[in-house]
């Protein structure tokens, strides 16, 4: 089946069946290769895109049910996304840096909902995100100095 | 197409954009610290670094990159020596050679044991040396001034009279030079990068955050077929028959082929490829197949452990020891699950095929092994395979194989579809824990004896499967019937005991296993550990004066002892309802104490809230990414510890996904505080090294909180 995604701002055709997940849209269709497969079942988050803003996984939504604009990391943008990713590079968050990219887009979410998180809100909006590195002590000092980078900037 | 390569092959081959060092003498010298004494001399390493017209200097690193820092460490060796700003520099990896790029530790191009920077560490400082020596000379030249009269910093290359430049200025004329057999390393005292914490930032922190950065899965070239391949759902099954026509009738599927390891579903996507597996059909024959659980090989290896086994060290008379009248006796049985790596990138690669030759691209952490199983498969001769690693999403021992299992699915799905295509595999989540290549299950029968506050006999049998049976490096590892790595820890604790026996017995399995994160350490470290503790306890002994008494002759590891009983202020009060407990492992050739600190959570998990470290891993080249691996390291440890499994029933494991085989989140990740001892010794791992003092600290918690040491593992066990 023909579907037209707005995808980081362009919209874009493609044909494939209709459960086809988003991520493998994204990744082999599109060649947005920065979204990252890591289950398949919505359990790690290293697939998060945003659909209409909202962190999504995108390994476990069918393109047929995907309604509003998609952004990827390649297009993430704002002074959310800037801060996250200059803390992300500041605190030398990445390890093998798989995860990242799925973690940077629920951090940029978080912060766009709550520009203040505490550890607990920041626990909780990353939980579902996995990175077997553990890289989650400077994941949780990064996203706590973009906050206060977004702060200053405001 | 593989030939090795020559200077002038660098100089040409790399266009006018490029410049190679010859640096022979430097590192035949190195290659004597190699164990591999005999193996290849590791012969014309010109292609270590490369400086373009723009000055940037790109270190070629023969480790593969998964996290565990090599890309900067070695860059950051290479632009010490060559007084160089760390905005120039840039890293990637050396394709697969292995005369050049030989792990002067292994004798072959691989990346384990935590060797990379201890390997790494003079030969690509000397490499940094020459590279900056040609740009003295080229830069003295172009001036007609005295070599003497130049000064480099920080890039910018200096003469008199104001002369300046930078390095990109000078390759041409630095091309025409022939460099000297050997030139003098800095000294230690004027590095600017090394050692010095947080100079330099990850190469790699800014493409892992914007989405640039290309791992396995990400590799293919217009044209290329996606296949998944189904495999035995038990360890040893073959198939017996399959139904390939519903499959085909997947939109987007290709083609099916039976090949060794399963069947292969090719198709023009993953999803249609996933699809289309689901739509198989297959009968397995599992007349080969492990049939028994889990429960019942532990309980079989339990009742091995009681007989002598093979021994692998003694010191005294055990039975008689532990049989001293007056004595207490202290026995626990270990059990140690096997674990999936679950690395957050699945495994998966690139392959094209000519017919004649090959290229694959991926994740290949020992490229000695990976070119010829390829080349194997598809009968050309090694050279005519070009193995290019790429950045993988994580291993922590997953990706280096001793039979190369993926390069060679990777070639035989290519074979299956015949010259002239190109597939790229990729295994589901499913697939890896299904997978095997596991922590092996092992388990420890431990005995030990105390008399008038002394530790008076100590025995620990260990029984589990070898991974180095049937592999290449089998007469690397064992010696004697003894598996090194399955006893490595065991057959030699940092303690002073009058009375010792460590004996090991291998089993076998279809279930394959391989080193995971620490090795051996996972579990020896664990057992010994815990065990010193209830010893301790036993002969009223404080955890940290009394391994420091037994510790005479191991000043090293009593040091980082001390160290983080400092740092953590053990014997302080703690808070109400926490525990602390602590423990110190020797693990490639660094040492790591850790101190846990726990409670019993609501649900009755254990909780650990922070965990010290001190580390002394010699010189830490890059203290940041020291404590990096450790935090890390110490994340790995908690998740495992607290949750990893992989059960077995009837051959099948039960767990398929994060949604079973439980993973730390970040809910469950402790602070992490850790001291870096100073060091003038060369650098020793660390990749490894924090992960086998984490378990043991946290069970030794648990027993200032009233609870059992857990002797059966993981201690959170899945409902």
Not at chain 2, 111 to 119: K, L, V, W
Not at chain 2, 659 to 685: C, F, H, Q
Request: glycine fraction near 10%.
């Amino acid at each position: 089946m023909i579907f037209t995604l707005k995808v980081n701002g362009l919209d874009r055709q493609v044909d494939v069946d209709e459960d086809t997940p988003l991520l493998w849209v994204l990744r082999d269709d599109l060649e947005l290769t920065g979204t990252k497969f890591g289950c398949g079942v919505a359990m790690c988050g290293a697939c998060t895109v945003h659909v209409n803003d909202q962190p999504m996984r995108s390994c476990a939504l069918p393109v047929s049910a995907v309604q509003g604009d998609i952004t990827t990391i390649e297009a993430v943008a704002g002074p959310e996304a800037k801060a996250v990713q200059a803390a992300w590079v500041a605190h030398d968050v990445p390890q093998c840096g798989y995860c990242q990219s799925g973690q940077i887009m629920t951090a940029v979410a978080l912060l766009r909902e709550q520009p203040k998180p505490s550890d607990r809100d920041i626990d909780l909006a990353m939980n579902g995100n996995i990175c077997r590195c553990a890289t989650y002590l400077r994941i949780r000092s990064a996203i706590h100095d973009a906050a206060k980078s977004l702060e200053k900037g405001a | 197409m593989n030939a090795p390569l020559s200077r002038r092959a660098i100089l040409q081959g790399g266009g006018a954009l490029v410049i190679g060092f010859l640096m022979p003498m430097g590192i035949g010298r190195l290659a004597a610290q190699a164990p591999a004494a005999n193996g290849p001399p590791p012969v014309d390493p010109n292609a270590f670094i490369r400086i373009a017209p723009d000055s940037t200097v790109t270190v070629l690193v023969k480790h593969i990159e998964f996290g565990q820092g090599p890309f900067t460490g070695l860059a950051t060796l290479v632009a010490d020596e060559m007084d160089a700003d760390w905005a120039q520099m840039r890293a990637e990896h050396a394709p697969g050679d292995q005369k050049v790029y030989a792990n002067l530790f292994m004798g072959m191009q691989g990346t384990g044991g935590s060797t990379a920077m201890a390997n790494s560490y003079l030969q690509m400082r000397k490499a940094g040396a020459l590279a900056r020596w040609m740009l003295v000379q080229a830069a003295a030249k172009s001036w007609g001034v005295k070599p003497e009269q130049i000064t480099i910093k920080a890039g910018v290359i200096s003469g008199p009279g104001g002369k300046q430049g930078k390095f990109g200025e000078f390759i041409e004329t630095a091309r025409t030079l022939t460099p000297p057999q050997d030139v003098p390393l800095k000294d230690a005292g004027k590095f600017e990068f090394i050692g010095k914490d947080r100079s330099v930032g990850r190469v790699d922190s800014l493409d892992k955050t914007t989405g640039k950065a290309d791992f396995s899965i990400d590799q293919w070239t217009p044209g290329t077929l996606t296949v998944v391949v189904a495999h035995s759902p038990r360890f040893g099954g073959a198939v017996a028959s399959f139904d390939a026509s519903k499959a085909l009738a997947v939109s987007g599927v290709v083609a099916v082929k039976q090949i060794p390891s399963g069947v292969a579903v090719f198709a023009t996507g993953t999803w249609p490829a996933i699809k289309g597996r689901k739509a198989l059909t297959i009968k397995w024959d599992d007349s080969k197949a492990e049939a028994r659980g889990t429960a019942q090989m532990a309980q079989a290896y339990l009742a091995k452990a009681k007989e002598p086994g093979i021994q692998a060290k003694a010191t005294g008379d055990i039975e008689k020891a532990l049989a001293t009248p007056g004595a207490t006796l202290v026995e626990a049985d270990y059990v140690f699950p096997y674990l999936a790596h679950a690395p957050m990138e699945p495994l998966g690669g690139y392959i094209e095929w000519d017919g004649k030759t090959a290229l694959a691209r991926f994740g290949s952490q020992f490229p000695s092994f990976d070119q010829p199983a390829i080349a194997g498969v598809l009968g050309i001769p090694p050279e005519q395979v070009k193995v290019e690693p790429v950045l993988a999403g994580g291993s922590f021992g997953r990706r280096a194989t001793g039979d190369a299992h993926l390069a060679v699915e990777l070639a035989e799905c290519v074979k299956a579809i015949g010259p002239g295509k190109k597939v790229r595999l990729t295994w589901t989540r499913e697939d890896d824990i299904h997978g095997g290549y596991y922590r092996p299950l092992m388990v420890h029968r431990m005995r030990g004896a105390v008399k008038d506050g002394k530790i008076i006999a100590w025995s620990d049998t260990i029984v589990g499967q070898s991974f180095a049976v049937g592999g290449p490096m089998e007469k690397m590892m064992i010696r004697n019937g003894v598996d090194a790595t399955m006893v490595e820890g065991s057959s030699e604790p940092p303690y002073k005991l009058p009375a010792f026996r460590c004996a090991a017995t291998i089993e076998q399995s279809p279930v394959t296993t391989l080193w995971w994160r620490s090795v051996g350490h996972t579990h020896t470290g664990y057992a010994v550990e815990t065990f010193v503790d209830r010893l301790l306890e036993a002969a009223g002994k404080d955890p940290v004066a009394g391994r420091l008494e037994l510790m005479t002759d191991q000043p090293r590891a009593a040091a980082v002892l001390k160290a983080v009983a400092e740092l953590a202020k053990w014997g302080e009060p703690v808070p109400a309802g926490r525990g602390r407990g602590v423990a110190v492992v020797e693990s490639f050739n660094s040492f790591v104490a850790e101190i846990a600190e726990v409670s019993i959570g609501e649900d009755g998990e254990p909780k650990v809230h922070k965990v010290w470290a001190a580390v002394d891993c010699g010189i830490a080249v890059n203290p940041d990414i020291v404590r990096a691996q450790v935090e890390g390291g110490i994340g790995y440890a908690v998740g495992h510890i607290l949750y990893g499994e992989v059960p077995l029933e009837a051959g099948k494991p039960t767990v398929s996904n994060f949604n079973n085989y439980r993973s730390l989140r970040i809910m469950e990740m402790p602070e992490v505080e850790v001291t870096i001892l100073p060091s003038s010794a060369p650098p020793t791992g660390i990749g490894e090294p924090g992960v086998p003092p984490c378990g043991p600290a946290i069970a030794n918690a648990l027993a200032r909180l009233g609870r059992e040491r857990p002797t059966i593992l993981p201690m959170v066990k899945s409902a």
